[in-house]
């Protein structure tokens, strides 16, 4: 079954970047959710919607008590698109690869205001 995510509206997308996901915790860059601090961009806002599509299998957590592990956490596999709604969620996520991946995930993560 092919599922498909398209995202309309009045939300614009600004930044994207590749996160690669591996044996370490990785995170969203803060410089591309929080605008605030340059003051070319300072009146377009911060981020108000991230749009990650995986490249491989990873685990992750938003609950910010603790890291996900490759066992523990919520499971993403290849193709599958997760959305972010939240500064906070933007803050708390960390994903890691899947113990039984064997090489990298890559992250494609689009940033909407």
């Known amino acids: 079954m092919n599922v498909t995510t398209h995202i309309s509206g009045l939300l614009t997308p600004y930044a994207f970047e590749s996160v690669t996901i ?3 915790v990785g ?53 599958d698109v997760l959305t972010l709604g939240s500064m906070q969620q933007f803050k708390l996520f960390r994903a890691i690869r899947e113990t ?11 940033y909407f205001r």
């Open 22 to 24: 591996g044996v370490t």
């Open 27 to 79: 995170s969203l860059t803060a410089s591309k959710y929080i605008q605030r601090g340059s003051e070319a961009l300072r009146d377009l806002g911060d981020a108000r919607l991230v749009m990650i599509s995986v490249e491989g299998k990873v685990r992750y957590r938003l609950d910010g008590v603790a890291d996900p592990t490759g066992a523990v956490g919520h499971l993403l596999y290849n193709g």
């Open 100 to 110: 039984s991946e064997s090489s990298d995930a890559t992250l494609r993560v689009t």
